[in-house]
């Protein structure tokens, strides 16, 4: 018997850079014969930092209530989940507790998205690529993904090789490697995410190979489409499916912050 289907990264209006209501993103879900989903909405940060691309502090208690709403109207027909997709930015991890403390989250995503003051996945800032060592840049970069996985913020961590997404693949992937070992050390999942087949590197998050040294490592994977308008729910699943247990890998959903799968 096939496990429960979930897409567990989905965002909302809130975040200033998404569109539909929660209540599309849930109708698109069970359209697409899902069993259930999890909004993980980019959650409010200090004001200086990323402040266009989240929502507000002020913000979160009606993220809460909206997606509470759904959870109601969907009762019986679709399992939906509160989450939040995390930054880590060293300096920010008070911060980020408080507001993982404010609620009870069923998942939490500890993604990174900036080196330093660049935020290397925004197409604005794509040109800085030219100027950066690309062996340098991944070693910084999972050095950061260490530093989330050890921080004991998170449940899993996001779109693990993000930085690939324009097509600057990294020269020779052991800075990944020991991230991996450190995720398992850690306990943590793998984000799953289909969104790299909608980017221009045309490749999910996870690449194939970091697929099997994942699986290898019994790290998990929770499938998100990291949709910010509803047609993208489930995006790509199937292929997502067939990527992950063609290496024998396995899915997990979290609720209540607990891993199921």
Known sequence: MSPPLFDSHLHTPL???ATGTPREYAQAALD?????????DHMPMPSWYDAPWRMRR???AQYVDEVAAVQAEFAGRLEVRLGLEADFHP??????????????WDYVIGSVHYIGAWGFDNPEFV??????DLRG??????????GAAKSGLFDSIGHLDLPKKFGHLDPDGYAALHALDVVAES???????TAGWRKPVAEAYPAPNLTRAAAERGIGFVLGSDAHRPREVGFRFTDAIKQIHDVG??????????RHG
């Open 249 to 258: 890998g396995r899915i997990v959903t979290y609720e209540g912050r607990g």
């Open 32 to 40: 697409a014969g899902l069993s259930g989903l999890c909004f993980t």
């Open 187 to 193: 306990g943590l999942s793998l984000d799953f995410n």
């Open 15 to 17: 975040c200033g850079h």
């Open 127 to 132: 040109a800085e690529y030219d100027s950066r």
């Open 58 to 60: 002020e913000q979160l």
């Open 137 to 146: 840049l991944y070693r910084e970069y999972y050095l950061l993904v260490e």
């Open 91 to 104: 300096g920010t991890e008070r911060f980020v507790e408080n507001v993982l403390n404010a609620h009870d």
